[in-house]
């Protein structure tokens, strides 16, 4: 299993002008290349943990990123690297996941809040669902107790995607970053994420997304971790596996299968 090893490594493998034009050619119309380069560079410079990745994982992820048309941490906090034994995952964070949701342009407006113990939180299903979620900002709102998410589709349908406690931490323990800084740090927003990952299923959202499973850790034994960080495909280029996930509409089928939607991790 090749390593990228050091910076000057990455920088060799970012400076690759054949790879680059293939990723370049991943992204959107008007993204910036060197921006999306540099926070490559500024990613991995600040978890040096990522460097004992194996390249291949690392460039499935950051193509993964590209072809979403995310941008990696910085200030626009789109997505993130996060190293797990060796394989480099590309997790979507809060913003990124609201992003792909605008973008698909099946929604008037989508928002998602964490809820806390003290907070008046009421939710209701059947022919009229909704949700009433009210707190005093004078008083302490206590502990998050749960996370819920409303999208109003063009048509003017309501799709609500509610998660307990329980459901939040059921998720998180299947992800690769289940112990690390965002999760500890950033609870509110991992959450608010997990949330939005639901909403997205009821969208058309880009096919990339679908094949970027960020909850979901392979066992022992699995392909992503024995084929250096990658599933096995026709190609030995990572960026070639990813452009054939964008014209073949996604990789769904090497997805878990679960015979009911909240059966998934994720």
């Known amino acids: 299993m090749s390593m990228i090893k050091d910076m000057a490594n990455l920088e060799a493998i970012l400076n690759d002008e054949k790879r680059m034009t293939k990723l370049a ?10 921006r999306f380069k540099y926070f490559v560079r500024t990613t991995v410079a600040e978890n040096r943990k990522l460097l004992q ?12 990123c590209a072809s979403l048309g995310l941008m990696l941490s910085g200030p626009i906090g789109h997505a993130f690297l996060v190293p797990y034994k060796g394989v480099c995952k590309l997790i979507i ?13 099946m929604v008037r407006s989508c928002h ?3 809820v806390h113990e003290n907070d008046e939180f009421r939710q209701q299903q059947g022919t009229d669902p909704k949700v009433e979620h009210t707190w005093d900002i004078r008083k302490p709102r206590g502990e998050i107790c749960g996370v819920y998410a409303v999208a109003v589709k063009t048509s003017g349908d309501r799709i609500i995607e509610v998660m307990s406690k329980d459901d939040i931490e059921r998720v998180r323990a299947c992800s690769a970053s289940s ?7 950033w609870y509110g927003e991992m959450a608010r994420g997990k949330v939005l990952n639901r909403i997205s299923k009821f969208l058309d959202t880009n096919p990339v997304l679908a094949a970027v499973d960020d909850d979901f850790m392979p066992p022992a034994g699995d392909p992503v971790e024995a084929n250096s960080g990658q599933r096995h495909t026709a190609s ?5 596996d990813v452009a054939n996930q964008m014209m073949n509409g996604g990789a769904s089928d090497e997805q878990p299968q ?9």
């Open 179 to 185: 112990e690390g800084d965002a999760w500890n740090k």
């Open 236 to 240: 030995d280029d990572p960026l070639d």
């Open 53 to 64: 990745c194996s390249e291949g994982s690392v460039l499935k992820a950051v193509a993964d």
């Open 258 to 266: 679960y015979e009911d939607q909240n059966d998934s991790p994720i």
């Open 93 to 105: 964070g809060y913003k990124g996941r609201l992003e792909m949701i605008r973008r698909s342009g």
């Open 25 to 34: 050619a991943m992204m959107p119309p008007g993204t910036n290349m060197e």
């Open 112 to 114: 998602a809040q964490v």
